[in-house]
């Protein structure tokens, strides 16, 4: 989840549909002044999504398969090299290629996953580039607009980048097992570390340096501390119990109000647009932005759980669903019926990251 400097924005919008040169005109007979409500549209996806970049490109995966979805195309991904084993019960064709997945997406366009090993995109119909780390298995988290990639390696955290290869990220003294979540383009980088004694999760940040610093939890309601988003002064967004709060370069604490409670924080848009879901219930899914908390339409009767994973700076938010049958085999986005938050424009409709998060 990569992001880019929060903007207070004060916008006049002009009154035209998204996406369309023609004026929003009122119906016969209606005073011409008329205010059209910008309501939310969720559509289904058919796959598993796990982020969306500021184009609105969606990637995720299919049948142990990384894809790409944009302006309703959706496209799989070239599969990485091929695999060579001795294996008769496979035929004549000693050539295979293991299940690959697509989880992070930059500005770029760039696309970061993992067959076990990390695995780089940075063109829809080339191979991608395959890197191994010492035999670890490699599971990508993010990836920034200058292709530096984290995420875990074996039973810690890493990050990559084509200067520098393969980097271990350390933990907190005292701490373990840590997990690279995020990244921005200054490369900071944010996720969380395990407790020796079984306790809550630690926050983490990295500098671009590797220099590790780390907050405690707020509460002990839940055990996760984790990230949602990191901007690009480093700041990062987490929920700790059932506080919401953002943790500055600086080390001040400021809580976020109007979050619901039982809750968990999953992204953070580079205007700040915040999303999350409830725990209790049918963890229904909310966002919160300038203040107005909005729950989600789901589906009638509402899904075991629908879990943002993504969300950009025109505010479309991605999701995976897990139906009533605890299959994890789909996933939702939401989209303004008129306005982005990005100065009331809709996303670009040419190709060119992520979502944040992840």
């Excluded at 549909?17 to 016969?28: F, I, M, R, V």
């Excluded at 969380?192 to 999760?201: F, L, R």
């Amino acid at each position: 989840m990569h992001a880019t400097s929060r903007l207070m924005l004060l916008v006049v919008l002009s009154p035209l549909a998204c996406g369309s040169p023609e004026p929003l005109t009122s119906p016969a007979g209606t005073p011409s002044a008329i205010t059209f409500p910008n309501t939310w549209v969720r559509s289904d996806l058919p796959f598993v999504p796990a982020g969306i970049n500021d184009s609105g490109a969606i990637i995720g995966s299919i049948n142990n398969t990384g894809v790409r979805s944009l302006n309703g195309t959706l496209t799989t991904l070239p599969a990485p090299p091929g695999r060579i084993i001795l294996a008769a019960a496979l035929g004549p064709s000693p050539v295979f290629h293991p299940p690959y997945s697509a989880t992070a997406i930059a500005n770029t366009g760039h696309i970061a996953g993992s067959d076990g090993n990390l695995l780089l995109w940075t063109s829809l119909t080339q191979t991608p580039q395959e890197l191994g780390f010492g035999g670890l298995t490699i599971v990508a988290n993010a990836i920034n607009d200058g292709d530096m990639v984290v995420g875990t390696a074996g039973g810690g955290a890493f990050r990559w980048t084509r200067a520098n290869g393969f980097q271990h990220l350390a933990a907190p003294v005292g701490w373990g097992a840590p997990v690279a979540m995020v990244v921005n383009d200054n490369g900071y980088v944010a996720g969380y570390a395990e407790s020796v004694t079984d306790g809550p999760e630690v926050l983490v940040r990295w500098d671009p340096s590797g220099n590790v610093s780390f907050h405690l939890p707020l509460n002990n309601t839940l055990p996760e501390n984790r990230p949602a988003g990191i901007d690009a002064a480093g700041d990062v967004l987490s929920t700790s119990g059932n506080t919401t709060y953002i943790w500055s370069v600086s080390g001040a604490t400021t809580i976020v109000p109007g979050v619901p409670t039982l809750t968990r924080t999953e992204a953070w848009s580079s205007l700040g647009r915040i999303v999350g879901h409830t725990i209790a219930g049918n963890n229904h899914p909310w966002t919160l932005y300038q203040g107005t908390l909005t729950f989600l339409p789901q589906p009638t009767p509402p899904d075991e759980a629908d879990i943002p994973v993504g969300v950009n700076t025109c505010g479309t938010i991605v999701a995976t669903r897990v139906d009533n049958d605890a299959q994890l085999d789909s996933g939702y986005v939401w989209r303004h019926s008129l306005f982005c938050d990005q100065l009331g424009q809709k996303e670009p409709v040419a190709a060119q990251r992520s979502g944040a998060h992840r």
